[in-house]
């Protein structure tokens, strides 16, 4: 208290440059400081300004605009952290709210792209008993900053750079997007765009028609009523942080906080270790950055509990002896499966080097010789007695994961074992003409020392030319040249009459051309391909950034590593090769790749990292190390780079040999690595192949770039599969629709990574042991695939056919255009010599009746019957 006849009240200006009104003769206490009143400057250190509020006497701390540039008085404007329980940023003018950043909800603002933390800029909420505020610093002591709120009402984002620009630039404007207009998307409404609102999960708008009509205000409601018996059902929480959290939020997550019962209650279910997130009740800044993954999938429990259509919790799965010889299958593979691993590469090698040795001219003369015995071979099958026609080759050897049982039932076999050899590397023409059974290691071998490589080379090295083509084969660098098969420029097809012809994009076969890719060889055999070459250089230069966020924002920022806007194809920021890596729904690290030279690399600073070698760490662990240490930088040997996944088989190694990545694993029995995927399919037996199907996850989606962010949540959501592989790929807008074929006018929406004449896609990788598996609950694999599929074809996707399928005829034909594959296979013999491509890719071991009526379909051209989407 005051005793004004003792007070002699002093006005003084201190050093710090803050007006204080003081008692005189004592410096003690200050009565009123002009800092407290910012006018219309916020700066980053917290004692010169705050927006926020003193808690002893309620004093609230804002910035408010000038009249006008000219005129200081306070103007129509202010900003301001709205109120202590709820704590958002909101723009004012007079009492009307305008746009609002947040809530704050224990650490961040939910919902501002551009109110988050990063390298230069940390933004904080500071509470402790005294105060609460926000404040943001600035990391890098060369730049000043300074956020204005404009007479306008723009709340700008200024920095002075000492040493570069001396003067003030303007970097951001917070209130720009849509979602930042206050309730833009009303109660419990996620704001994405202006045209975009979603409910919270567990709600459903409230007027479906407003809702219909893109008025959003209104918001939704509760599809259930909830019954706040306990604190899981009373906890709503939805952590977001690009989406805009609703306006009336259904918890008071900041009573959480701060209430130490309510931290008991929500402590106790959620798992120890997943609750550590920074709920103290002691006075405590709370950073605004990205909390750790533990937290975050509290969060996310949190978040499932407010849906109540879907089951919290799935029940246990009693282990059986499956899951132990799964586990201890290890056993296997270091004494069986490695070393003939070893000893038949050793062969394979040697096989290549024999075949090197011939002249390409010798080479061609054998080739030649064996398409007159496949020709043969194929006139000597009786129709109404032999099956369908199918290559010899052992579904075992193959590297895909379907079952392959049109193999085991009855089937005509065209043995193309000696399709092994590459006929000749065109340097003049840029191609590789390669028999189907070349496969990946051996291409890259003999054409990486010329400096050239295929355009797309698959990673695993025993992926053949054959299988690729016929089904599907992608790598990094498929954002610039499409799909392997995109890369082929001519076909030397056998067809069903015997008859040899070379199919090219505009001779009389181009049908057949186009026709080829994905369909598994049921239009003729392929006896060699004429492939696309591309001039490289010796190293990788390949940059890992770490990303976080939730998925929607790592998908953001993988389409951000290398997807330019529509049509801009000289962008010089494109890179050779991309990929991502997410390693769980929070953190993922995106990876650009530029060739380099060897004296480029060799420069003095650089790091080479020849990641090949047996002791090194597998690549998926080595990328995953950015996420500690910060983004880096280092050049690989080409071709080191190209074959990267094939020593952990992406990440299924892990499960495989489950230390085979510790330290002295690597450096005693590395050079044993990589399990050989056909010896392990040879040796894994009918129930531990049953268990990959039912327990496991191996599927690729192929979505439209667009849509990878939706894929993400969708995948997290049913499988919690991670890692997961992102690799971007062009599909093409081609002459006629092929089985896969881009959106229709997707030229029109102009989209990132798009061009005129190719849609960009995305490969989501989703291989691994499904969250619910690890945690021993029940997993329907066949369940999740097939609604895995079905996600596929209402996003327009596709599901490349190595993987297990669960599609019934009709929806596959939905997934797939038939119209030109259905074309061919009648104009070029195909029916009743050649399987269907959905016989082939269809699960179930094929009875002879099912033979049977599988041929009498193929006359009956099956998809002659699908019915149209809806
Ligand atoms: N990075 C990538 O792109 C990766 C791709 N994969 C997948 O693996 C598969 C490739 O495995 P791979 O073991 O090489 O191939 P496969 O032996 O599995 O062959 C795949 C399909 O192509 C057909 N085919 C192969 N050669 C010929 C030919 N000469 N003439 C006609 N048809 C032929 C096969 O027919 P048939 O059944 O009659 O033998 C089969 O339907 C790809 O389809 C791909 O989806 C896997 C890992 C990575
Ligand atoms: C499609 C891609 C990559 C896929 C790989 C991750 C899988 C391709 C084939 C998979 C496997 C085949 C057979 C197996 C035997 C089982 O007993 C164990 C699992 C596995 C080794 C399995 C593992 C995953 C694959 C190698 C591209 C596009 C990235």
């Not at 990205?290 to 975050?296: G, H, L, Y």
């Not at 790598?475 to 040249?481: A, D, P, Q, R, W």
């Not at 029995?669 to 191996?698: C, D």
Request: aromatic residues 14%.
């Amino acid at each position: 208290m005051i005793h004004l006849e003792s007070f002699t009240p002093v006005l003084q200006l201190l050093d710090s440059g803050n007006l204080v009104i003081r008692e005189d003769g004592r410096n003690t206490t200050i009565f009123w400081e002009s800092f407290d009143f910012p006018a219309d400057t916020l700066l980053p250190d917290s004692k010169l300004s705050k927006l926020g509020w003193k808690l002893d006497d309620g004093m609230q701390m804002f910035i408010r605009s000038w009249k006008s540039i000219e005129n200081p008085s306070e103007g129509e404007y202010g900003f301001s952290l709205d109120p202590p329980e709820a704590p958002q940023l909101v723009l004012r003018s007079g009492s009307r709210k305008l746009f609002r950043w947040g809530p704050f909800d224990g650490i961040r603002f939910s919902g501002s792209s551009t109110l988050t933390a990063n390298p230069l800029l940390q933004t904080m909420f500071v509470y402790n008993f005294k105060e609460l505020y926000f404040k943001y610093e600035i990391l890098d002591e060369s730049v000043l900053s300074r956020i204005v709120i404009s007479p306008m009402g723009s709340v700008q984002y200024f920095t002075w750079r000492v040493n570069i620009s001396r003067e003030w630039n303007l970097v951001v404007t917070f209130n720009s997007g849509p979602c930042d207009n206050y309730a833009n998307c009303g109660n419990y409404g996620i704001c994405y765009s202006l045209s975009s609102c979603k409910c919270l999960s567990g709600f459903t708008p409230d007027s479906p028609r407003d809702w219909g009509l893109f008025s959003y205000s209104g918001g939704c409601r509760r599809k259930h009523e909830l019954s706040c018996e306990n604190i899981k059902d009373c906890v709503d929480f939805y952590y977001e942080s690009r989406e805009k959290r609703p306006t009336i939020f259904p918890i008071k997550i900041l009573s959480i906080i701060f209430s130490k019962v309510a931290l008991a209650s929500l402590t106790a279910f959620c798992s120890e270790k997943a609750l550590q997130i920074p709920i103290r009740s002691d006075p405590f800044p709370l950073p605004i950055s990205p909390p750790s993954s533990s937290t975050f999938s509290c969060y996310r429990n949190l978040q499932k509990m407010a849906d109540l259509e879907a089951p919290l919790v799935r029940p246990k799965r009693k282990k059986v002896w499956v899951d132990y010889f799964v586990q201890f299958r290890w056993i296997i593979v270091i004494f069986v499966v490695l070393p003939i691993s070893f000893t038949l590469y050793f062969l394979t090698y040697l096989g290549d080097v024999r075949s090197e040795w011939k002249s390409y001219k010798q080479r061609q003369k054998e080739h030649e010789e064996n398409v007159k015995k496949v020709q043969k071979r194929l006139k000597e099958r009786n129709p109404s007695k032999d099956g369908l026609v199918c290559t010899a080759r052992k579904p075992w050897i193959a590297v895909g994961m379907r079952n392959v049982d049109y193999k085991r039932a009855r089937h005509f076999e065209v043995d193309l074992s000696a399709f092994r050899n590459i006929l000749e590397i065109d340097q003049e023409r840029m191609i590789a003409k390669c028999e189907p059974l070349v496969n990946m290691g051996q291409i890259t071998r003999a054409s990486v020392p010329m400096n050239l490589a295929l355009a797309v080379v698959a990673e695993l090295d025993d992926l053949t030319v054959g299988g690729l083509i016929n089904g599907y084969g992608i790598e990094g660098s498929s954002h610039l040249y499409g799909l392997f098969s995109d890369t082929v420029v001519a076909y030397e097809i056998v067809l069903a009459d015997g008859q040899v012809v070379r199919a090219t994009k505009d001779n009389e076969y181009s049908d057949l051309f186009y026709a080829i890719p994905w369909s598994q060889g049921t239009l003729g055999l392929l006896m060699s391909a004429e492939i696309k070459l591309i001039p490289i250089k010796e190293y990788m230069k390949l940059t890992y950034k770490p990303v976080r966020g939730n998925v929607r924002d790592l998908a953001q920022a993988y389409i951000d590593s290398f997807a330019p806007d529509f049509d801009d194809e000289n962008n010089e920021k494109v890179p050779d090769f991309v990929e991502t890596m997410i390693y769980n729904p929070h953190e993922g690290v995106c990876m650009t790749g530029k060739y380099a030279s060897k004296e480029e690399a060799k420069m003095k600073g650089n790091k080479i990292n020849s990641v090949g070698w047996w002791f090194k760490p597998w690549f998926y662990q080595h990328a995953e190390t950015a996420l500690k240490k910060g983004e880096f930088v280092e050049y690989i040997p080409t071709r080191e780079y190209y074959h990267r996944h094939t020593r952990c088989l992406y990440w299924e190694g892990k499960l495989i040999l489950p230390f085979g990545d510790q330290w002295w694993f690597r450096f005693l029995f590395g050079w044993l690595m990589p399990p050989k995927v056909s010896l392990l399919k040879a040796t894994q037996g009918e129930a531990i192949r049953n268990y990959y199907h039912e327990m496991h996850v191996i599927q690729d989606m192929l979505v439209p770039l667009y849509k990878v962010p939706d894929a993400l949540e969708w995948v997290d959501r049913e499988m919690e599969i991670y890692p997961l592989w992102l690799c971007p790929h062009r599909l093409y807008k081609l002459p006629c629709k092929t089985m896969i074929y881009p959106e229709e006018g997707f030229e029109q929406e102009r989209r990132q990574g798009d061009t005129s004449y190719a849609q960009m896609y995305t490969d989501v990788g989703v291989y691994y042991t499904p969250g619910p598996v690890f945690r021993g609950e029940v997993f329907d694999g066949a369940d999740a695939v097939r609604r895995l599929e079905t996600w596929l074809i209402e996003n327009h996707g596709f599901q490349p056919q190595y993987a297990v399928s669960e599609l019934d005829e009709k929806k596959f034909w939905r997934m797939f255009d038939a119209g030109l594959y259905e074309k061919c296979r009648n104009k070029y013999g195909a029916v009743g010599t050649f399987m269907s491509v959905y016989y082939k890719s269809k699960k179930g071991r094929k009875t002879e009746k099912e033979v049977q009526e599988a041929e009498k379909a193929q006359v009956d051209t099956p998809y002659a019957e699908v019915d149209q989407p809806e």
